[in-house]
T-cell receptor, first 113, second 112 residues
Framework: KQEVTQIPAALSVPEGENLVLNCSFT??????LQWFRQDPGKGLTSLLL?????REQTSGRLNASLDKSSGRSTLYIAASQPGDSATYLC????????????FGQGTRLTINP | NAGVTQTPKFQVLKTGQSMTLQCAQD?????MSWYRQDPGMGLRLIHY???????DQGEVPNGYNVSRSTTEDFPLRLLSAAPSQTSVYFC???????????FGEGSWLTVV
C-alpha cells in the first residue's frame, strides 16, 4: 500500500530564507506527483506537477524535484515571503487506479516577517 | 472561468438526515472525484468518475452515493448522515490522469 510522508509537520522560518519541504513515498510505481498549497479554510491550489519521467519542475520561486527510485520529492522555495505561509501537501497519482491520489499529511509553513 | 464549484460551503445536519453536496466544473474534464479531509487522516478518496455514466468507489465509500449524468456535474449524496461523516469535503477534476488536478473550495459538513 502506497504511503506518503511529509517531514516536518510544521516549519517556521524568518522571511527571506530559502527552504526545502520533503515528501517521501513507499512505492515508486507512480504516474506523477503534485504539490499543492492549502490556505486555512480554503481548497487546494496546485503548485507544480511532475510526471514520473521528469526530474524537476519550476514555477517562479518554486522548484520541485522528483527522484522516483528513492521515493523522494522536494519542494524548494526561494526567498520566502510571509504570503508563502500555508500548508503544503504532496500527492502521488498511482499507476493502478487512474483517480487515486495518495496524499501526505502536509507541512504547515509559517514565514515570520 | 469558474473552475470547480462546490455548494453548499457550510452545512449542519442531524443524524439520519440525507443531503447532496453539489460539484460542477466548467473545464470539460472527464475525471472527477470526491475527497474528505480529516485531522490526522489527510485527504481520502470517497468516489470517482472517469466520464459521464461511469463511477467507482474510492478508499472510503461507505455511506455515500454518487452519479454522473453529465460531464459537468458530480453530486455526492449522504444517504443517512452520521457524526463520523463530519468532515471537509473536496471535489476535484482533471482532464486526464496526466494532467493537473483542480480542487473546489470545499464543503464543511457537521453532523450532530
Amino acid at each position: 500500500k502506497q504511503e506518503v510522508t511529509q517531514i516536518p509537520a510544521a516549519l517556521s522560518v524568518p522571511e527571506g530564507e530559502n527552504l526545502v519541504l520533503n515528501c517521501s513515498f513507499t512505492d515508486s510505481a507512480i504516474y506523477n506527483l503534485q504539490w499543492f498549497r492549502q490556505d486555512p479554510g480554503k481548497g487546494l491550489t496546485s503548485l507544480l506537477l511532475i510526471q514520473s519521467s521528469q526530474r524537476e519542475q519550476t514555477s517562479g520561486r518554486l522548484n520541485a524535484s522528483l527522484d522516483k527510485s528513492s521515493g523522494r520529492s522536494t519542494l524548494y522555495i526561494a526567498a520566502s515571503q510571509p504570503g508563502d505561509s500555508a500548508t503544503y501537501l504532496c500527492a502521488v497519482r498511482l499507476i493502478q487506479g487512474a483517480q487515486k491520489l495518495v496524499f501526505g499529511q502536509g507541512t504547515r509553513l509559517t514565514i515570520n516577517p | 472561468n469558474a473552475g470547480v464549484t462546490q455548494t453548499p460551503k457550510f452545512q449542519v445536519l442531524k443524524t439520519g438526515q440525507s443531503m447532496t453536496l453539489q460539484c460542477a466544473q466548467d473545464m470539460n474534464h472527464e475525471y472527477m472525484s470526491w475527497y474528505r479531509q480529516d485531522p490526522g487522516m489527510g485527504l481520502r478518496l470517497i468516489h470517482y468518475s472517469v466520464g459521464a455514466g461511469i463511477t467507482d468507489q474510492g478508499e472510503v465509500p461507505n455511506g455515500y452515493n454518487v452519479s454522473r449524468s453529465t460531464t459537468e456535474d458530480f453530486p455526492l449524496r449522504l444517504l443517512s448522515a452520521a457524526p463520523s461523516q463530519t468532515s471537509v469535503y473536496f471535489c476535484a477534476s482533471s482532464g486526464d490522469r496526466g494532467n493537473t488536478i483542480y480542487f473546489g473550495e470545499g464543503s464543511w459538513l457537521t453532523v450532530v
